[in-house]
């Protein structure tokens, strides 16, 4: 099939949604197509929001799509609010793919409430850092699926996990699409099957639209590589592997596994993951050789992760006895505090034992373990402000406060605020980085989805 005019079509949007837009959004496409789109909840959020989960067409094939598996990652949910009204529109388009697709835009509508700040712009590294949100591992509806790897015992999937697991064992899906994003860098895939006839179909449709790839360090130092810029999906028992390996303990992992991983123990399903920056700039891309060797830049981007979080932890010393249990900010900002202090030995020794790291970096490495790396680090400056921010909120509605507890916290918070204004200036002036338009990034995720759906069809 030829995707070209529906790629094309996708509208230049200059926001994102929030999860009442996306809902509204749904029920209007049912309401205007009622013979080809149901909307039904597919679950609640822990907050009690409805999951609405969009049924499109009556292929034979199952295809279920869901977006914002992790709360700052709406580009997803443009995706399929584009997709989905391409495929009720467009009889060739739907039958020709022949799936029965299941769409749900928001999986985690608590979490992405906490970013919508920064959904409607400026679309700088400051407004982002500052307004961004992320769960930790355990509360990831991404990585909450149920797991029983060696020592490592989770069931305890979330509600949301617990629609999409229902999903997952009703309809059986052929083909399933985790609409991920990443923040920085350049693009890059990541599917459960190895299917080289794709790769270049992929990487292509970053480069048509002028994204460059991402050509630095895979995410985790385990991944398997299928081809540039294509990776095998991770599961948490490779990263089980790789800690008790290279640190010689037992792994003090609180979370379950991925999507994949459980949709593969129910039915044989090919999953795609695509990971699109939000900014990119172009030495993610840059083959040539650097000043460095590859262990000098992991070495370094472990010292510089060690300064940075131990100057966080120092932050949250002067104020972690008055932040609430239910304070949604401080729990991920903590994992890795703990993690960079237990892992980096794991990381250091991971790096000094491959001979394949002594070769000189390139360039792509180097600006990845470095200035990326501080693009990341500076995301938990911003939730480490915001830990702060959601105490003094809380306290101020209370009638017998502690002046003395408010004014230490709004200390913190400004020497925070004011840190994280430097910081994101000295990123600023280190980038030469461009905020992506939307319509590139979706043009991106929907000709990947497409391009994996066909093969699917023509071939499973």
Request: include cysteine.
């Amino acid at each position: 099939m030829n995707f070209e005019s529906v790629v094309a079509n996708v509208p230049d949007y200059k926001a994102f949604l929030t999860v009442e837009e996306m809902d509204d959004s749904c029920r209007e496409l049912a309401n205007e197509f009622p013979d080809i789109v149901t909307v039904f909840e597919a679950g609640k959020s822990r907050k009690g929001h409805s999951i609405l989960c969009m049924k499109i067409g009556n292929g034979p094939k199952n295809a279920l799509c869901f977006a914002c598996p992790h709360p700052n990652e709406p580009i997803g949910a443009m995706t399929l609010e584009y997709f989905s009204r391409a495929l009720a529109e467009n009889d060739d388009l739907r039958e020709g793919l022949g799936f029965t697709w299941y769409m749900i835009k928001c999986i985690d509508p608590d979490g992405v409430r906490l970013n919508e700040n920064w959904f409607k712009g400026p679309f700088n590294v400051y407004t982002y850092t500052r307004n961004y949100y992320r769960p930790i591992g355990y509360e990831q509806v991404e990585w909450t699926f149920p797991i029983d790897y060696k020592e490592l015992h989770f069931h305890n999937p979330l509600p949301e996990t617990q629609a999409l697991m229902t999903l997952i064992q009703e309809i059986k899906p052929e083909f399933m699409y985790s609409l991920h994003n990443a923040g920085f860098g350049g693009a890059y895939w990541y599917l459960t099957h190895d299917l080289p006839e794709l790769y270049e179909r992929l990487r292509d449709s970053a480069i048509k639209q002028g994204i460059p790839l991402n050509l630095g360090e895979p995410e985790e130092p385990f991944i398997t590589k299928f081809s540039p810029a294509i990776f095998k999906n991770m599961t948490i028992g490779e990263a089980y592997d790789f800690i008790e390996k290279f640190s010689g303990n037992k792994p003090n992992i609180k979370n379950g596994t991925s999507s994949s991983d459980y949709a593969s123990t129910i039915t044989d399903c090919v999953t795609l993951l695509a990971e699109l920056p939000y900014f990119f700039d172009s030495r993610i891309e840059d083959l040539s050789e650097g000043e460095i060797t590859r262990k000098e830049a992991i070495l370094q981007n472990v010292k510089q992760s060690q300064a940075h979080f131990d100057l966080l932890d120092k932050m949250l010393t002067e104020v972690r006895t008055y932040v609430s249990v239910e304070n949604p900010f401080v729990k991920l900002v903590e994992e890795v505090i703990q993690y960079i202090k237990e892992g980096s030995e794991a990381k250091v020794k991971w790096a000094e034992s491959n001979p394949e790291f002594e070769k000189m970096a390139s360039r792509a490495e180097i600006f990845d373990n470095l200035q990326v790396a501080k693009f990341y680090n500076g995301l938990y400056l911003g939730l480490t402000v915001r830990t702060c921010e959601y105490e003094i909120e809380r306290l101020k509605r209370e009638k017998n406060r502690d002046e003395i507890v408010l004014s230490i916290l709004m200390e913190t918070c400004e020497k925070g605020e004011q840190f994280l204004k430097e910081y994101c200036g000295n990123l600023e002036s280190e980038l030469d980085y461009l905020a992506i338009p939307i319509q590139k990034l979706v043009r991106i995720q929907l000709e990947s989805g497409l391009i994996v759906a066909n093969y699917i069809r023509e071939n499973r």
